[in-house]
């Protein structure tokens, strides 16, 4: 079991920036691959940016390519979100999560893929 907690969250004008944080508890951080996905009332959660274990793959959605930066530090057990030229469409509660499949050889964009889950951090994008 890992816990992971978001932070960084907040209330933004269209064009700001926010840098998301995700905090892991636990000395196999190193070991799993981290997502981070993103969820409106009534839609389903959307993946939004995922990082590898390993080699620092990196995969987006098509809809933040260029704008949002996926990051982690193993030695603070810490992925981030940096996120730039935020728009109203990005408002959300954004969360963390962990692929604690170690043999996975694929970075998946899929919810059910991911074992441990954040508590998510509201992102408010609005003038």
């Known amino acids: 079991q890992v816990q992971l907690v978001e932070s960084g969250g907040g209330l933004v004008q269209p064009g700001g920036s926010l840098r998301l944080s995700c905090a892991a508890a636990?000395?196999?951080?190193?070991?799993?691959?981290m997502g981070w996905f993103r969820q409106d009332p009534g839609k389903e959660r959307e993946f939004v940016a995922a990082?590898?274990?390993?080699?620092?793959?990196?995969s987006y959605a098509d809809s933040v390519k260029g704008r949002f930066t996926i990051s982690r530090d193993n030695a603070k057990n810490t992925v981030y979100l940096q996120m730039n030229s935020l728009r109203p469409e990005d408002t959300a509660v954004y969360y963390c999560?962990?692929?604690?499949?170690?043999?996975?050889?694929?970075?998946?964009?899929?919810?059910?893929?991911?074992?441990?889950w954040g508590q998510g951090t509201q992102v408010t994008v609005s003038s």
């Open positions: 636990g000395r196999t951080f190193s070991s799993y691959a």
């Open positions: 990082i590898s274990r390993n080699f620092g793959r990196t």
């Open positions: 999560a962990a692929d604690a499949v170690g043999s996975r050889t694929y970075l998946s964009q899929q919810s059910y893929a991911y074992d441990y």
